[in-house]
Every structure is written in C-alpha cells, then in structure tokens.
C-alpha cells in the first residue's frame, strides 16, 4: 500500500516530540486513546457489591488490551496478569483484588473454572472467544464488552489524539486526509493496531529515514 505520512496529516511544519504511534505509557494511556466503551461506566460496573467478571471481546488489534490496561489503572485494588509475559502459573489473589487478565485464552480451561468459582473475585478479562458458557457453568454474573467494528470518524479521532499527544498541535488543529483514512480502513478494516503498526513504520522512515 503506498501511502506516506504527509499524505494522511496535512499540516506542515510540525514539531514531533516522539512517534505518535508506538505504544504508550500505562501514566498516558488515558489521555491518549478514546475510549470504545464508558470508563465511568466500566470502574461503577467493578465497584458494585457483587463481584463480576468482565469479558472484553474481539479479534486481536481490536483494542482488547489498551482498554483492559487503562481500566487497570483507575482500579486500586487489582493487580494485572499480561500472559504472553508470563504464565497463568503466577496468577494469585492475595486478599479480594479485582483481578485483570489479557489474553485469557492461554490458561487451560480446567485452571480457568478454578479461578471463575472463586466467588469473591471480581475478574476483567481479554478473550477472542466469548466464555459465556463456562461463566455460566461456574454460576457466575458477566458482563460482556464486544469489540468490532470502527467508523471513520473514529479512526480519525484515535490518530488526532495521538498525534497532538506527541506533537506541537492541539487536538482540533490536525487536519487529516479522510482518502488516506478510508484506504486505511479497506486495507485493515477494524485492525486498528494494524494502522498505528503500519502508520509507526511510514513515520519512522519519512522522519528518521529507516
């Protein structure tokens, strides 16, 4: 896909304090992405009386993970498991955290019906697959947060964000080209880390030739 980077921003002359579109901080996060789906809504959901496992699902790229690390970080008591770092091995629950998992699907089923009849735990969890089924096998309240589908206006959000994050513009001063966006969307569809991959490599050689 021939696309490079002055095609998609229009403005000229900007000052770029980083690539805007490598990975963020867990500190940044929030002021960085736009969320799919209500915080507020999401932490009053965690902090009701009766524990409850929420299942963000969707394909990968979808935003599973930045929404499950963003979350984490308005949660006090929770502790976070990534398990493509480390095993489902090192899970515990040393008291009655809110306990968040990415990428659910590496822990064996038998293993993930131990931790969902853990009663008192509140659990936030990343999966491709709906767990719906063992949920209810373990007699347990879920909520289920869909990750699909992003619009135009979406996508054109999520970049003008990250760029005026990292750059010398306000968010309402970048001006992109909605041709470059709607060829990004044929080209990815919904992969939205697809497009913040593909757009990271474009920056990097127009700004630092390589």
């Excluded at 009053?44 to 009766?50: D, E, P």
């Excluded at 090192?90 to 064996?108: A, E, K, R």
């Excluded at 767990?131 to 619009?151: A, I, S």
């Excluded at 909605?178 to 050689?205: E, M, P």
Aim: proline content about 2%; overall charge positive; hydrophobic content about 35%.
């Amino acid at each position: 896909m021939k696309i490079n980077y002055n095609d998609l921003v229009l403005n000229k002359n900007i000052q770029y304090f980083h690539n805007p579109f490598g990975g963020i901080d867990d500190e940044e996060l929030i002021e960085v992405m736009d969320p799919k789906y209500s915080f507020e809504e999401l932490t009053n959901t965690l902090n009701q009386n009766k524990p409850i496992i929420i299942q963000f699902v969707g394909k990968k790229g979808r935003g599973k993970t930045t929404h499950l690390r963003a979350l984490h970080q308005l949660i006090s008591n929770s502790k976070i498991y990534f398990l493509d770092r480390n095993g489902y091995r090192n899970i515990t629950n040393p008291g009655n955290l809110n306990i968040f998992i990415d990428s659910v699907h590496h822990i064996p089923l038998r293993k993930r019906l131990q931790l969902w009849r853990q009663a008192n735990t509140s659990y936030v969890i990343t999966t491709h697959w709906f767990r719906n089924l063992e949920l209810y096998l373990c007699n347990r309240t879920y909520k289920t947060f869909h990750f699909k589908g992003v619009t135009l206006e979406k996508l054109e959000k999520i970049l003008k964000k990250r760029i005026s994050q990292y750059s010398s513009l306000e968010q309402n001063e970048v001006i992109i080209d909605k041709k470059v966006l709607q060829i990004l969307l044929k080209q990815f569809g919904d992969n939205i880390r697809g497009v913040l991959n593909f757009l990271y490599d474009c920056f990097k050689v127009e700004f630092y030739g390589y």
